[in-house]
Nanobody, 115 residues
C-alpha cells in the first residue's frame, strides 16, 4: 500500500510562485510514473506534469516554461515548482503515483491564484 502526502498549496498573487510536494510511503518497487493533476470546480481532472521511472518528463502546453516537475529519490518525494502563476492555474492539485498494479492518489491541495 502506498500513501501520498501533499503540501505546499495556498494563496498567491498572479505572477507569484509555489512549490508543491508529494511524499510517498511504502515500497517503491514497481513504480512506473508520477503525475500532478489539477481539477477546478465543474471541470475535469487534467494532467499537468508527469515523470516516469526513467526520468522522462511531460507537461501540459498550458504550463510549459512555467512549471517544473522533479523528484528526490532518496525520500520518495516529488515536487512541482510553479512560477509565473496565473488565475487560470487555480485548482485542486493532486498527486498520482502508478506503482504496479495500482494507481494511488493524494488528498489534493488547493492552489488559488488571485488577479
Amino acid at each position: 500500500q502506498v500513501q501520498l502526502v501533499e503540501s505546499g498549496g495556498g494563496l498567491v498573487q498572479a505572477g507569484g510562485s509555489l512549490r508543491l510536494s508529494c511524499t510517498a510511503s511504502g515500497s517503491m518497487l514497481g513504480f512506473r510514473a508520477m503525475g500532478w493533476y489539477r481539477q477546478a470546480p465543474g471541470k475535469q481532472r487534467d494532467l499537468v506534469a508527469s515523470i516516469t521511472s526513467g526520468d522522462s518528463t511531460n507537461y501540459a502546453d498550458s504550463v510549459k516554461g512555467r512549471f517544473t516537475i522533479s523528484r528526490d529519490n532518496t525520500k520518495s518525494t516529488w515536487y512541482l515548482q510553479m512560477n509565473s502563476l496565473k488565475p487560470e492555474d487555480t485548482a485542486v492539485y493532486y498527486c498520482n503515483v502508478f506503482k504496479w498494479p495500482h494507481n494511488y492518489w493524494g488528498q489534493g491541495t488547493q492552489v488559488t491564484v488571485s488577479s
